[in-house]
């Protein structure tokens, strides 16, 4: 198999070099060419023994859902980039089946129901799928089944979807805990060693940090790590010496908006809008942060006929307690399109994409 995009293209003889463990074997351009691999980049069919060179298996702790997350935009856009390229596309997840699945099922992704530690079910799904490519999402799912991967179909190349880089957000959510009410608008609580948001954006969590660890094995397992950002790219070559050769950097594969070619005149939008999940910790702790110290800024300058939309999938009891009239901010569905401003307030504990 060969990974081909208008930026960068391996030979099949480099990829079987990964598969044999041996690096550095790479040119300087196609290396050069490999970090600049983009949301366009695909997989070339080409033969592998005993695998089918148009199937592609994705192994998923959960469903992707994408009308809920940024995370589930991305994997059914990777989905329907292969599917464009006549691939195969089966998915297996652990989760029990739900509305999500029923949504991939119908774009035509065959969908399996595959039960943690069951090595007889794994294994029939990989008999039966035969994938030369096989795509983990994020470093859980490859912890939990790639070495029966490489076990059974040891030809097939194994892809790292990193989706996030985990052990920078966990590591950021903890560092952001000595910052008293989770607020970075007051002194640090310890005046030997004050912390500020620039240690927070410095911070990068060394060998102590167990996920950290887990994440950079999960890497080095991998014949290819997708990265989000260009930032995170730079950040695991540089800070963590990670080879260039094993990353790519494969940002949001979306199409574009239906509402592009019909934009609301700006003389028509008003209100602030932020969007996101709730269920993730970094997004909640932001919301929570604008509308206690960001938003009482805004609104003195503005006056008080200035709103704040949020809005966002899986809202806790705590969030539906953030509708405040007085403070004019409310928790319902505003369409994006009307919005004068979209507010992205970066709470520290948030990852680098």
Same mark, same amino acid.
């Given at each position: 198999?060969?990974?081909?995009?208008?930026?960068?293209?391996?030979?099949?003889?480099?990829?079987?070099?990964?598969?044999?463990?041996?690096?550095?074997?790479?040119?300087?351009?196609?290396?050069?060419?490999?970090?600049?691999?983009?949301?366009?980049?695909?997989?070339?069919?080409?033969?592998?023994?005993?695998?089918?060179?148009?199937?592609?298996?994705?192994?998923?702790?959960?469903?992707?859902?994408?009308?809920?997350?940024?995370?589930?935009?991305?994997?059914?856009?990777?989905?329907?980039?292969?599917?464009?390229?006549?691939?195969?596309?089966?998915?297996?997840?652990?989760?029990?089946?739900?509305?999500?699945?029923?949504? $991939?099922?119908?774009?035509?992704?065959?969908?399996?129901?595959?039960?943690?530690?069951?090595?007889?079910?794994?294994?029939?799904?990989?008999?039966?799928?035969?994938?030369?490519?096989?795509?983990?999402?994020?470093?859980?799912?490859?912890?939990?089944?790639?070495?029966?991967?490489?076990?059974?179909?040891?030809?097939?190349?194994?892809?790292?979807?990193?989706?996030?880089?985990?052990?920078?957000?966990?590591?950021?959510?903890?560092?952001?805990?000595?910052?008293?009410?989770?607020?970075?608008?007051?002194?640090?609580?310890?005046?030997?060693?004050?912390?500020?948001?620039?240690?927070?954006?410095?911070?990068?969590?060394?060998?102590?940090?167990?996920?950290?660890?887990?994440?950079?094995?999960?890497?080095?397992?991998?014949?290819?790590?997708?990265?989000?950002?260009?930032?995170?790219?730079?950040?695991?070559?540089?800070?963590?010496? $990670?080879?260039?050769?094993?990353?790519?950097?494969?940002?949001?594969?979306?199409?574009?908006?239906?509402?592009?070619?019909?934009?609301?005149?700006?003389?028509?939008?008003?209100?602030?809008?932020?969007?996101?999940?709730?269920?993730?910790?970094?997004?909640?702790?932001?919301?929570?942060?604008?509308?206690?110290?960001?938003?009482?800024?805004?609104?003195?300058?503005?006056?008080?006929?200035?709103?704040?939309?949020?809005?966002?999938?899986?809202?806790?009891?705590?969030?539906?307690?953030?509708?405040?009239?007085?403070?004019?901010?409310?928790?319902?569905?505003?369409?994006?399109?009307?919005?004068?401003?979209?507010?992205?307030?970066?709470?520290?504990?948030?990852?680098?994409?």
């Amino acid at each position: 198999m060969a990974l081909r995009s208008a930026h960068c293209r391996l030979s099949s003889n480099a990829i079987k070099r990964i598969k044999l463990g041996q690096r550095a074997p790479f040119s300087t351009g196609q290396t050069r060419r490999l970090e600049r691999c983009n949301a366009t980049d695909i997989l070339e069919n080409t033969s592998a023994d005993g695998l089918d060179s148009s199937s592609v298996l994705f192994l998923s702790p959960v469903w992707p859902e994408r009308s809920s997350s940024a995370a589930g935009v991305r994997s059914c856009g990777l989905i329907s980039s292969f599917q464009e390229r006549n691939y195969a596309v089966s998915y297996a997840s652990p989760s029990t089946p739900n509305e999500h699945t029923s949504l $991939i099922q119908a774009s035509g992704v065959t969908t399996i129901e595959c039960p943690p530690n069951n090595e007889d079910t794994l294994t029939t799904i990989l008999h039966s799928t035969r994938p030369s490519i096989v795509i983990f999402d994020r470093f859980y799912a490859e912890e939990m089944f790639s070495f029966r991967v490489k076990d059974i179909l040891p030809d097939a190349l194994r892809i790292l979807d990193m989706q996030d880089v985990h052990f920078l957000r966990e590591s950021r959510q903890l560092l952001a805990k000595q910052l008293p009410n989770n607020s970075i608008s007051k002194p640090a609580t310890s005046p030997s060693t004050p912390l500020t948001i620039q240690d927070l954006l410095n911070h990068r969590p060394d060998a102590t940090v167990p996920s950290l660890l887990r994440e950079l094995a999960s890497i080095y397992r991998s014949d290819l790590t997708l990265v989000c950002s260009p930032v995170e790219l730079k950040m695991l070559r540089e800070d963590y010496s $990670i080879p260039s050769e094993m990353l790519c950097l494969a940002s949001f594969f979306a199409p574009p908006s239906p509402h592009a070619a019909t934009p609301i005149p700006w003389s028509e939008r008003q209100h602030f809008l932020m969007i996101g999940n709730f269920r993730h910790p970094p997004n909640f702790d932001s919301v929570k942060w604008t509308c206690q110290e960001i938003w009482p800024l805004i609104r003195k300058k503005l006056g008080k006929t200035a709103e704040l939309h949020l809005y966002g999938s899986y809202a806790p009891q705590a969030a539906a307690e953030l509708n405040n009239p007085v403070r004019n901010t409310w928790c319902f569905w505003l369409f994006l399109k009307r919005a004068t401003c979209i507010l992205l307030c970066l709470f520290p504990s948030l990852a680098l994409s």
